[in-house]
């Protein structure tokens, strides 16, 4: 597919619920990762039929770059409702990348407890990775150059869909 024509983002979120729903146990619980990924989370709860809490996490002050680009300007609460321990987890983000916001997830999540297990759903998957992480579930994977970005918005109406940007 080109990335001229980017694909249905409200499509993938419906492939990627079929992708996890075989492996739903009646304890498992969403988290996403602030922004993408929280809007995937609650996406999927709708289309799982899963209890309407998720998990939210943001992952600045766990991120390895902290020191080297500083602070996000746009700091959200990281908010868990339910009790971590024992329980499977899926962690939803947008992109997967270098792996290195998943490990800084994974890190925060293991301050709030100790899962049965932490899978990871992305509704992209765009290679380069920098640590052994991989998506347990996702429906898309696409080659970008290092100055590309795939960025996840909502529209007026709530729905998702894709943008490309460059860096510069």
Not at 133 to 159: H, N, R
Request: net charge negative; charged share 25%; glycine share 8%.
């Amino acid at each position: 597919m080109s990335l001229n024509t980017l694909p249905d983002a409200e499509a993938q979120c419906a492939a990627l619920a079929e992708l996890i729903r075989p492996h739903l146990l009646p304890e498992t619980r969403l988290v996403g990762i602030h922004s993408g990924g929280v809007w995937i989370a609650r996406r999927l709860c709708q289309l799982l039929g899963l209890p309407e809490e998720i998990g939210m996490i943001d992952v600045s002050f766990y991120r390895d770059d902290f020191g080297e680009k500083g602070l996000h300007p746009q700091i959200r609460p990281t908010s868990i409702p339910f009790d971590v321990d024992g329980r499977p987890l899926i962690l939803v983000d947008d992109v997967l990348y270098t792996g290195r916001t998943t490990r800084a997830a994974i890190n925060e999540l293991f301050d709030y407890g100790r899962p049965a297990s932490v899978k990871l759903a992305v509704l992209a998957d765009r290679g380069g990775r920098e640590l052994p992480i991989s998506a347990e579930f996702c429906p898309w994977q696409v080659d970008l150059d290092k100055k590309e970005e795939l960025v996840l918005e909502t529209s007026a109406s709530g729905q998702l869909q894709w943008r490309r940007a460059n860096h510069a």
